[in-house]
């Protein structure tokens, strides 16, 4: 299990990520101190005498901010999400022609996707053990009758065991976050977020229950976070955002819904950080 990504961070803790491939092992410290080198700090930020060399697939966008940097002066905070065993980098993967979830008018009909995230158009790996947000972009169009629709996620366990239900969705709406009014199609995680709120603001992703406020689009529901597609909301690549997550399954269980005559195209992204 990797470091954490942000928070208090332990020296023992980095040593046994470091020869234990887990932050968090219990291994006694007499057993440790039999098999493996004394923890230090230097030697762990350069793979020197006793310890691994520094795995460098920790690299989101070609920058090493999930490793450490080499150069003095060390600190334990260039360890943050930092994976020693992990092959798969910080980064965003998906968001293109291959995860589109729908494109288009779907009518009133539930949309219900299973997404393997491990699959090579996504990660190309497992994910369990790791911490990401999920995240989803509406390319949308020029007319109003656009309101997409998210209504429930998995990913834990499998369809049934749900993060995002009616009910839940309520309590938790606002740990979500979306971009507005934004045209980038390349997810941007330093991008300018919003946390989702009620609301009909057109342009971003809004808290709604029941119908959304225009007509001939969205269906009626009980709580549900939805694109909002009138005027100043036209010809956008808008994002929606999960909480950061720890996954407990390859397999993201989805409830959407794409109604009106104008609709625009769903895709999805994860972005891994750590």
């Known amino acids: ?94 968001n293109g022609s291959s995860n589109i979830l729908w494109t288009g008018n779907q009518n009133t009909t539930q949309q219900v996707d299973a997404v393997d995230i491990s699959a090579a158009v996504y990660c190309g790996e497992s994910v369990i053990g790791r911490t990401g947000h999920l995240y989803w972009r509406i390319e949308s169009t020029s007319g109003y009758a656009q309101d997409a629709q998210l209504y429930q996620i998995d990913y834990t366990s499998g369809n049934g065991s749900s993060y995002m239900t009616p009910g839940v969705i309520g309590q938790i709406y606002s740990q979500f976050d979306t971009t507005r009014q934004t045209t980038n199609a ?47 909301g036209y010809n956008m690549d808008v994002y929606l955002r999960s909480p950061e997550i720890t996954f407990g399954t390859n397999t993201i269980y989805l409830k959407t819904y794409g109604y009106g005559a104008s609709m625009g195209t769903l895709y999805m992204g994860v972005y891994i950080t750590g």
């Open 1 to 94: 299990m990797a470091v954490p990504s942000s928070g208090a961070i332990s020296l023992w803790g980095i040593a046994k990520e470091m020869e234990t491939d887990n932050y968090n092992s219990t291994i006694p410290i007499g057993t440790y101190n039999t098999y493996y080198a004394t923890p230090s700090l230097t030697l762990m930020s350069t793979g020197g005498t006793g310890f691994d060399d520094i795995n460098t697939t920790n690299t989101p966008n070609g920058s090493p901010s999930n490793r450490p940097d080499g150069s003095t002066p060390h600190a334990m905070s260039e360890f943050y999400s930092y994976d020693h065993d992990g092959t798969l980098p910080v980064g965003d993967y998906g």
């Open 186 to 232: 390349a997810y941007d995680h330093s991008a300018t977020w919003y946390s989702v709120a009620a609301g009909t603001t057109a342009g971003r992703w809004n808290r709604d229950t029941l119908g959304t406020p225009s007509s001939n689009t969205g269906v009626s529901l009980s709580s549900h976070l939805y694109y909002e597609g009138s005027s100043g």
